[in-house]
């Protein structure tokens, strides 16, 4: 059974939650032992402890992000002492992308990151799949350490084994990995959830017609912004016009909705197509399409999710 540590700033505790139960199967597969610093008990040397429990660990998974980085103990303690054993073929030290961050320029640099090419975990279109994408990697060096292990202990099992008991052995007791506890959100949390989520709509829209002029002679893409709460772009091929949409948040909806509709501000009469929403589980926040008029699926989004679901609608007129 291999030895997982997880290595993280308290700041990204909920995606080291996510991610400790996307490796549930591993765990009822007897395949893995996970530890981080909520198992201390009161009254513990938190730092020898962590030292312990690093030096014994098979995996030591770096959850990445801002927050890592700027963390001393994260980042030039913990990470330097994992690295340490990675470069001594003790231990795999797997860099798990959190949060978009300059972690190339750091020593795990040259490390492969999960998941797969590096792309932050709250970059994905869905937190789920990335966070199993994540797993199977995992797995991957899981099985393949399970594996040595066992021919080691295959090649010396006729070695007599001596225990040597020792009064400054410090044990810590087994200990369930189920300690996540129900995250509660408040309405400021939600709504700043929100407007943050719109804000970042209208860069990705801005920034997506900008690149799609740039690499396409014939087409013109235009933003605008109304209000604080409206945006518009629309998109011309040679000058004739080919797609155009309003996103607003808010309005007659309620205040928790983001709609879309195929229409100029002036001509859409508040009527849309689409319609997303801010909702939470007892762990994150996230967005959720409720109409899904155009193949989507509801799903859990990301704020780069829910931008690419409308922006493939106000480019689709054009790919078909």
Not at 210 to 215: G, I, K, P
Not at 257 to 270: E, R
Request: glycine share 6%; with cysteine.
């Amino acid at each position: 059974m291999a030895k997982v540590f997880f290595s993280y700033s308290h700041l990204d505790e909920d995606h080291r939650n996510q991610l400790e139960a996307h490796l549930a199967t591993l765990r009822h597969e007897k395949r893995i032992e996970s530890w981080h610093d909520r198992r201390l008990l009161a009254g513990s040397d938190f730092s020898s402890e962590i030292d312990q429990q690093i030096n014994d660990a098979d995996v030591i998974l770096l959850l990445v992000s801002a927050n890592f980085l700027n963390s001393t103990y994260c980042y030039s303690i913990e990470m330097e002492r994992a690295l340490e054993r990675h470069r001594a073929g003790e231990a795999r030290v797997i860099p798990v992308i959190v949060k978009p961050c300059d972690w190339e320029s750091t020593p795990l640099g040259g490390l492969l990151a999960t998941p797969r090419d590096g792309k932050a975990i709250t970059t994905w279109p869905n937190f789920d799949e990335a966070f199993t994408d994540v797993a199977k990697q995992i797995r991957k060096v899981v099985d393949e350490i399970n594996a040595s292990s066992s021919k080691t202990i295959g090649a010396s099992v006729s070695k007599p084994v001596v225990s040597v008991p020792s009064s400054n052995v410090s044990i810590s007791p087994p200990r369930s990995s189920n300690l996540r506890l129900k995250q509660s959100f408040t309405e400021r949390e939600v709504d700043l959830f929100r407007h943050e989520t719109f804000e970042f709509i209208a860069r990705f829209f801005q920034g997506s017609l900008a690149e799609l002029q740039a690499r396409n002679p014939r087409i013109e893409g235009v933003f605008r912004t109304i209000d604080a709460n409206t945006f518009e772009s629309t998109i011309y091929s040679e000058g004739k016009k080919s797609s155009e949409c309003t996103i607003a948040m808010g309005g007659m909806l309620g205040a928790n909705a983001i709609t879309y509709s195929p229409k100029k501000l002036s001509a859409h009469g508040g009527g849309f197509t689409e319609m997303l929403t801010v909702e939470h589980d007892n762990q994150t926040l996230y967005i959720k399409q409720m109409l899904n008029m155009y193949g989507g699926r509801e799903t859990k989004l990301t704020q780069e999710g829910a931008a690419e679901a409308l922006w493939a609608m106000l480019i689709g007129p054009l790919q078909r």
